[in-house]
Every structure is written in C-alpha cells, then in structure tokens.
C-alpha cells in the first residue's frame, strides 16, 4: 500500500511531466492501434477474398451426369473439400449470364461446358493445397481443363505473407519506442528524488523497496496511455465509419490483450530505467 501511496505522490508532485509522459505513450500506442485496426480489416478482407477460392473443373462433352455426380462425390470426400457442385451446361450457361448481366447478350446461342466445382475448407486454401486437390482432380479421365486462379491465390496469400511481417516489425518497432519513452520518464523522475533516494538508502531501505514505487508509476502511465490511445483509436475508426468505409473494431478479447501490452510496456520501461539508473544515484 505505501509503494501505492508513494507513486500517487509521485503523480501529484510532477503533474505536468506524469500528463506529458501518458500522453506521449498513448500517442505510441495509438500509431500502434491504428496499423493494427488496418491489418485487421485487410486481414478480414482477404479472408472474404479466401472464401471465394474455388477449384473448378471443366468436364468433356458428352459425359454422362451419373459420372459427375459419382466423381463429385469421391471428390468431396478429400479431407481438403468442404463442398462440390455438379454444373450442367444449362446451369453453367444461366450463371454466366447472372454474373456477366450486362454482356449477356455475348451468351446467346453459346453452349459452355459443365462442371464440377469445389470449396475447400479453412486452412487448405493456400497454393499448394489448391494444387494438389486439383492435381487429384485432374487424374479424372474426363475431366478437360481446371481453372482456379492460380496467379490470383499467389498473389492473395503473398500479399497476406507482407501484411504479417511488416505487422511484426511495426509492432515491435512502436513497442520499442513506447518503452523508451517510459524509460525516459522514469529515469527523470529517479534523478528528481536522488537526494530522497539517498536518505532512504541510510536509513536502510532495500534497491527493492525504493525500484517498487517507480514499478507502479509506469505500470500505471502504461495502462492509463493504452485507455487513452483505445480511445483515440476508436474515434478515429467512427470517423471512418461514418464518411469513408464500414470497418470493423478490436473485439473485447484483443481490446484487453492491448491494454495488458501497454501495462506491460510501462512495467517493463520501468524495470529497466529504475535498474539502470539506481545504480548512479
């Protein structure tokens, strides 16, 4: 309770450095909330993207639908499939026509081929998994050609690759700043009390005793900068609700696991400013 008190004396005693200190973090944490809100929808993005990978194979003319409906089915027996889909030509007409409605006027008279087309579950939807099932698909004696958007996938899953490194290296670069900053704090605050500090150390305080309260001010400045930066962060996903796009916003479990990382931030510039610089006073 005492090491509670004193880091409320603290607070009090240099109130415009403690406000400059929170606000710095919570403007650290609110770049680092902001590129998270962004990787989180492009990630929801892609995964809209992901659910429409389909591999759709081209029968030849001619074969019969109890062929289609048996290969369809053994197909959709790979542990990789969630579903399939026999496509007779008329159905493969009428859908083109649906999806191309202004050009439909191309499909009069045109005869397309049926097909057989397959979803894949969550997690083999990535190139190699959609290569390989269409690899097994391909050994169908009738089956002509198969389309899946080869390049597309690639491309889907590299783009995904970036997003995840270039989160990483943010993350941990914002994460190193926001932890000087607090360090940078207070080391200032241990040398404003040196000559405290000194007293305290004659009258027998223990380094643990002294490094506890300072522990607690940046434990503190840590989650009162992650409130903060939350809050900035979802003012400004409202603004972009309202006159740019929908987006969505953290969910509760991810929106504690941010302010647990700024407490730990602040407890962690702590430790490591209170220890460095302890020693020189």
Same mark, same amino acid.
């Given at each position: 309770m005492r090491s509670i008190r004193d880091a409320l004396i603290a607070f009090r005693r240099t109130p415009l450095l403690?406000?400059?200190?929170?606000?710095?973090?919570?403007?650290?944490?609110? !770049?680092?909330?902001?590129?998270?809100?962004?990787?989180?929808?492009?990630?929801?993005?892609?995964?809209?993207?992901?659910?429409?990978?389909?591999?759709?194979?081209?029968?030849?003319?001619?074969? !019969?639908?109890?062929?289609?409906?048996?290969?369809?089915?053994?197909?959709?027996?790979?542990?990789?499939?969630?579903?399939?889909?026999?496509?007779?030509?008329?159905?493969?007409?009428?859908?083109?026509?649906?999806?191309?409605?202004?050009?439909?006027?191309?499909?009069?008279? !045109?005869?397309?081929?049926?097909?057989?087309?397959?979803?894949?579950?969550?997690?083999?939807?990535?190139?190699?998994?959609?290569?390989?099932?269409?690899?097994?698909?391909?050994?169908?004696?009738?089956?002509?050609?198969i389309r899946y958007g080869e390049e597309w996938i690639e491309k889907l899953y590299r783009l995904r690759n970036v997003a995840g490194i270039a989160g990483i290296v943010l993350g941990l670069s914002f994460a190193g700043v926001s932890m000087i900053i607090i360090g940078t704090t207070i080391r200032m605050a241990v040398l404003s009390r040196a000559k405290e500090i000194s007293i305290m150390r004659l009258v027998g305080a223990t380094d643990g005793y002294i490094r506890r309260p300072f522990l607690i001010e940046g434990l503190a400045k840590g989650i009162l900068g992650g409130l903060l930066a939350l809050l900035l962060t979802y003012v400004t996903r409202t603004i972009i609700d309202r006159y740019l796009i929908q987006?969505?916003?953290?969910?509760?479990?991810?929106?504690?696991?941010?302010?647990?990382?700024?407490?730990?931030?602040?407890?962690?510039?702590?430790?490591?400013?209170?220890?460095?610089?302890?020693?020189?006073?």
């Open positions: 403690s406000v400059l200190s929170i606000t710095t973090i919570a403007f650290s944490l609110f !770049a680092f909330g902001l590129f998270g809100l962004v990787a989180l929808n492009i990630r929801e993005a892609l995964d809209r993207l992901e659910d429409r990978v389909e591999i759709r194979a081209f029968v030849a003319d001619g074969t !019969a639908p109890e062929s289609m409906a048996q290969a369809a089915g053994d197909i959709a027996a790979y542990p990789e499939v969630l579903a399939t889909k026999s496509v007779s030509q008329d159905e493969a007409l009428v859908r083109a026509k649906k999806e191309l409605g202004d050009f439909r006027d191309v499909f009069e008279g !045109a005869v397309l081929p049926a097909s057989i087309d397959v979803r894949l579950k969550p997690g083999f939807r990535d190139p190699a998994s959609v290569k390989r099932v269409s690899a097994r698909i391909r050994a169908f004696s009738f089956v002509d050609d987006t969505i916003f953290f969910d509760a479990r991810v929106t504690l696991l941010g302010l647990l990382f700024g407490a730990m931030l602040g407890l962690l510039g702590s430790a490591f400013s209170v220890g460095r610089h302890l020693r020189r006073v």
